[in-house]
């Protein structure tokens, strides 16, 4: 069964301290794998597609990477403003499989 | 250019009752998602659809129906509502073509909300 598993499930970081988030997931045939951004009440919003190992993306202080069996979201240098859930999702057989998201809070 | 739209925003119900959903899509997107998201089971895929016809269906009961237009809005219907249905539905479009390999663009979401 597609699987995607997202750790930590809660990180807290002070400002400026630079750290990552980890997605890992079991799926039969890559097809690209995508991170979101969500504040709370919101809907997702959309940050990186990834589609081969080795591929890698960056937006701001956001860095995805992907391996063969990982996604890595770095964030560098981090301010209050990035505090939010991020969820990463891989295309399964019929539907996109989500991770339940890393909580993601940066202290002034 | 404006993203997908989602009404109402908020929606309180009571056990029983029915309730529909409305999503616009990101103008030229043909593809609507629709997904539950609850704090215990994340965001959990309801079904796809794609031009006016469904392509793929999650592990709903089938008291969660949808629909599309012909302009690609897209409705989806709870009949019965249970206190397990509060929760926060999501709407997703994307560009291309059905399934969910392409990025897909969410709306605000509605909070419903079951007494």
């Given amino acids: 069964e ?3 598993t997202q750790s930590p499930e ?15 997931y079991t799926v039969s ?6 991170w979101y951004r969500q504040d709370p009440g919101k809907g997702p919003e959309f940050l990186f597609t990834l589609y081969s190992a080795g591929e890698e ?4 202080r956001l860095k995805a990477t992907l391996t063969k069996k990982e996604s890595f979201l770095h964030i560098t240098a981090p301010k209050p403003e990035d505090s939010a859930t991020y969820l990463c999702a891989v295309p399964g ?11 993601l809070t940066i202290n002034p | 250019k404006a993203g ?7 929606l309180i119900k009571t056990r029983g ?3 529909t959903l409305s999503c616009s899509p990101i103008s030229g997107h043909r593809s609507v998602s629709w997904y539950q998201q609850t704090p215990g089971q994340g965001l959990q895929f309801l079904f796809e659809y794609f031009s006016e016809t469904q392509r793929n269906k999650g592990n709903f009961p089938g008291r969660f129906s949808g629909r599309q237009f012909s302009n690609s809005r897209s409705e989806m219907n709870v009949s019965t509502l249970e ?3 509060s929760a926060l539905y999501l709407c997703a479009s994307s560009l291309v073509t059905s399934g969910p390999y392409n990025e897909q663009f969410f709306g605000p979401g509605t909070r419903l909300t079951v007494l």
């Fill in chain 1, 2 to 4: 597609d699987q995607v």
């Fill in chain 1, 10 to 24: 809660a990180l807290r970081l002070q400002e400026g301290e630079s750290s990552s988030l980890n997605c890992s």
């Fill in chain 1, 29 to 34: 045939g890559l097809r690209g794998l995508f």
């Fill in chain 1, 57 to 60: 993306k960056e937006k701001e």
């Fill in chain 1, 93 to 103: 057989a019929q539907k996109l499989v989500f991770g339940q998201g890393t909580r």
């Fill in chain 2, 4 to 10: 997908v739209t989602q009404t109402p925003r908020y």
């Fill in chain 2, 17 to 19: 009752q029915q309730v």
């Fill in chain 2, 83 to 85: 206190l397990g249905d």
